[in-house]
């Protein structure tokens, strides 16, 4: 017989980002970490959570994945107003939007050279995010 909890893993991430682990965090913590790296946005995690028998709002989606940004969890990727995805790999990457299927995959940092940046008006260039969109054929 395994030793192994369930929750085991989710609730070791949470608490090293210092966060609350609530039984809708660590579900949630559970269906995003522990399938690899993966891009998702809030509907389709609700639609997973709803599919696993976790109750839970999609308003609740919404903030557990922004606290999860907070605490660099996750990386939010922006690829057009009001259209966000949440990236598990949070190691420095860009990405391909593919605007026919709606899917984004991952590009290695070094594949992409980035520069003549202009210097900011104030602060310091923490990160580059990159989304190249690409167009259905034809």
Same mark, same amino acid.
């Given at each position: 017989m395994s030793n192994h909890r369930p929750y085991?893993?989710?609730l070791e991430l949470l608490r090293a980002a210092k966060?609350?682990?609530t039984p809708q965090r660590l579900a949630l913590a559970k269906?995003?970490?522990e399938k690899g790296d993966r891009h998702v946005t809030a509907e389709q995690l609700h639609d997973e959570a709803i599919t696993a028998s976790i109750p839970v709002s999609l308003a609740t989606i919404y903030n557990t994945l922004h606290q999860f940004v907070g *605490?660099?969890?996750l990386r939010e990727v922006v690829v057009n107003p009001g259209r966000s995805y949440f990236d598990t790999n949070i190691a420095d990457h860009?990405?391909?939007f593919f605007e026919e299927t709606g899917k984004l995959m991952d590009i290695a940092s070094d594949k992409i050279e980035v520069t003549n940046l202009p210097q900011p008006p104030y602060g310091a260039i923490r990160r580059v995010d990159v989304v190249i969109r690409? *167009?259905?054929k034809g």
């Amino acid at each position: 017989m395994s030793n192994h909890r369930p929750y085991a893993n989710a609730l070791e991430l949470l608490r090293a980002a210092k966060l609350r682990p609530t039984p809708q965090r660590l579900a949630l913590a559970k269906l995003l970490f522990e399938k690899g790296d993966r891009h998702v946005t809030a509907e389709q995690l609700h639609d997973e959570a709803i599919t696993a028998s976790i109750p839970v709002s999609l308003a609740t989606i919404y903030n557990t994945l922004h606290q999860f940004v907070g *605490a660099r969890l996750l990386r939010e990727v922006v690829v057009n107003p009001g259209r966000s995805y949440f990236d598990t790999n949070i190691a420095d990457h860009h990405h391909f939007f593919f605007e026919e299927t709606g899917k984004l995959m991952d590009i290695a940092s070094d594949k992409i050279e980035v520069t003549n940046l202009p210097q900011p008006p104030y602060g310091a260039i923490r990160r580059v995010d990159v989304v190249i969109r690409v *167009a259905p054929k034809g």
